[in-house]
């Protein structure tokens, strides 16, 4: 079991580092932008490659960052069990959900755009405009990427939950931070802890 906790800690250790650097690629972005508008429309010129970059950080952000997203429980989740359900049931659908969907359908990414990414590669593809970034194949290959650190972090997240089920783990435990629970539940933990 200690093994299975070491390998959860050093996943999410991995998506948080990428996370964190990842997160400073909005900054240059934001200004990256600014200076696409201020060019514009201030001194009438247009850099194609500047604009292009936006996209690419863009989906470099969103793509690699999603790792880190799921890590802090952060991805929108539209459950109406989830919410007020027990550690332990909480526990259960994260393992399910990691097990069933979210690992298979990261496979199935990856499976899928193999070929859209190899040709990609196979070509060296760059942009359609004449002077843009020549580096469409390193974009694409994000989508790799993107499936790997989401795959990592469901594995991640299906080692927490069966840690915890098993008595192990303590992930669940943090209910106090969770601000959706219910009144009539957090009563119900309130109680139970008295009792204990």
């Not at 690629?25 to 292009?52: A, D, G, H, K, N």
């Not at 960052?65 to 929108?76: D, F, K, P, S």
């Amino acid at each position: 079991m200690l093994f299975l906790d070491a390998i959860s800690k050093k996943i999410d250790s991995l998506n948080d580092i990428i996370g964190r650097g990842v997160a400073w690629l909005t900054l240059l972005m934001v200004l990256t932008q600014f200076f696409v508008v201020i060019f514009r429309y201030v001194f009438s010129v247009s850099f194609i490659p500047m604009q292009e970059s936006i996209w690419y950080l863009h989906g470099i952000i969103f793509m690699l960052g999603a790792g880190y997203t799921l890590l802090h429980n952060e991805h929108v989740r539209v459950d109406v069990f989830y919410r007020d359900a027990k550690p332990k049931n909480k526990a259960l659908v994260d393992l399910l959900g990691s097990v069933l969907y979210l690992i298979p359908i990261c496979v199935l990414i990856f499976y899928y755009s193999f070929d859209y990414v190899m040709n990609s590669w196979a070509v060296f593809e760059g942009s359609t405009e004449t002077n843009g970034l020549d580096a469409k194949y390193l974009l694409k290959t994000v989508i790799w990427a993107f499936a790997l650190l989401m795959s990592l972090q469901g594995a991640s997240l299906a080692i927490k939950a069966i840690l915890y089920r098993a008595g192990k783990g303590d992930h669940y435990d943090d209910l106090e931070e969770d601000e959706f629970l219910s009144e009539e539940y957090r009563a119900e933990l309130a109680e139970q802890d008295h009792l204990s």
